[in-house]
T-cell receptor
Framework: QKEVEQNSGPLSVPEGAIASLNCTYS??????FFWYRQYSGKSPELIMF????GDKEDGRFTAQLNKASQYVSLLIRDSQPSDSATYLC????????????FGAGTILRVKS | DGGITQSPKYLFRKEGQNVTLSCEQN?????MYWYRQDPGQGLRLIYY???????QKGDIAEGYSVSREKKESFPLTVTSAQKNPTAFYLC????????????FGQGTRLTVV
């Protein structure tokens, strides 16, 4: 089982819709969860981080964490074409000295 | 300005040649990481270091080597043993290990010619 799993996509949504991105992780002791956005050929940039169960909202973005089910999700409301990118989920892995482990990423395409 | 600097931005390697990718940070971060990214793929961990003079292998360390002689610097050498080195290489750092945001450099695109 991979440590962090994401559906590779592509996930296609129309402009103005809600995009829902999901991530599951294997290490129950994980404490910190991050969502990065990466445009082609560029380095990842942090969008959201979440440490506690529940929802965390920041503008059009909402991160949701459920530690019991070991999943974390990212909702993007009012999706824009500029949101088209690869979204990477990252989790700290306590088993390996708290190293940061990334999922393979989900490609999001927002159609105008 | 604080940040992570990777150089060069583009690098070409001949078959059988060793090349070194530079990563320098002035954020006073303890932990540093090297990731490899292939087209359409996510980030795979090559090596990481939590403290000076100590580093651990990641998931794909074969054919790579690193050193951490200074807190600010974490160079990655791609050796001739790495048979398919063409990829996008990203260096990152965190203040401690894991539980905080990672800051990334701009990446080095390595191509074998």
């Amino acid at each position: 089982q991979k440590e962090v799993e994401q559906n590779s996509g592509p996930l296609s949504v129309p402009e103005g819709a809600i995009a829902s991105l999901n991530c599951t992780y294997s290490d129950r002791g994980s404490q910190s969860f991050f969502w990065y956005r990466q445009y082609s050929g560029k380095s990842p940039e942090l969008i959201m981080f979440i440490y506690s169960n529940g929802d965390k909202e920041d503008g059009r973005f909402t991160a949701q964490l459920n530690k019991a089910s070991q999943y974390v999700s990212l909702l993007i409301r009012d999706s824009q074409p500029s949101d088209s990118a690869t979204y990477l989920c990252a989790v700290n892995n306590r088993e390996y000295g708290n190293k940061l482990v990334f999922g393979a990423g989900t490609i999001l395409r927002v159609k105008s | 300005d604080g940040g992570i600097t990777q150089s060069p931005k583009y690098l070409f390697r001949k078959e059988g040649q060793n090349v070194t990718l530079s990563c320098e940070q002035n954020l006073n971060h303890d932990a540093m990481y090297w990731y490899r990214q292939d087209p359409g793929q996510g980030l795979r961990l090559i090596y990481y270091s939590q403290i000076v003079n100590d580093f651990q292998k990641g998931d794909i360390a074969e054919g790579y080597s690193v050193s951490r002689e200074k807190k600010e610097s974490f160079p990655l050498t791609v050796t001739s043993a790495q048979k398919n080195p063409t990829a996008f290489y990203l260096c990152a750092s965190t203040p401690g290990t894991g539980a905080t945001e990672a800051f990334f450099g701009q990446g080095t695109r390595l191509t074998v010619v």
